[in-house]
């Protein structure tokens, strides 16, 4: 039982780390590549068969093609890019059922908050003094007119899937 339980822990701790992946490649390159959404995705049976619990991973599946459905919506008004609604759905079969709702509202949430941040007039000062530091990078994004959407999804995942799964790892 040991060696499942270490399975599930690094199919758990991977999922976590390629959130964070995502978030340094949007911060990056403004783009979140398929493979890491990918990597998330098919994650998610290794979990399933590690985790020794029972889970509803068809119940799963329905949610996070509900989550890629609806993220359309945004997508094809260009709000938001192809590669967070992606991230979103692979993240949201983490989630399931249980958490779906939870990690939606979370993520945005955060990624509203995000907004707000870049439209006010504060962040002209935030960017200045990150540029002080050596944080160019940083500054940039935050004076761009797009928004890393995969730093609010990643937060979600990790405020809200990521610890249920910890805690259910023994």
């Not at 940083?138 to 761009?144: A, D, E, F, S």
Request: glycine letters at 12%; a neutral charge.
């Amino acid at each position: 039982m040991h060696a499942v339980a270490s399975l599930d822990f690094l199919a758990v701790s991977l999922f976590l780390g390629l959130l964070a992946l995502a978030v340094v490649t949007d911060l990056d390159a403004m783009r979140i590549p398929n493979r890491i959404c990918l990597a998330i995705a098919a994650l998610y049976p290794v979990h399933v068969l590690a985790g020794g619990v029972a889970i509803d991973w068809p119940a799963a599946v329905v949610v996070a093609g509900a989550v890629f459905a609806f993220g359309l919506i945004p997508f094809c008004l260009g709000l938001m890019g192809g590669g967070d609604v992606k991230l979103m759905a692979a993240a949201a079969l983490w989630a399931g059922p249980a958490a779906a709702l939870e990690f939606v509202l979370v993520t945005t949430f955060l990624g509203g908050l995000m907004a707000m941040v870049m439209m006010s007039p504060y962040r002209f000062a935030v960017a200045l003094a990150l540029a002080r530091i050596g944080r160019d990078d940083i500054g940039t994004v935050l004076m761009g007119r797009v928004i890393p959407y995969a730093v609010a999804i990643a937060a979600g995942g990790w405020l809200t899937i990521g610890p249920p799964l910890l805690r259910g790892i023994g």
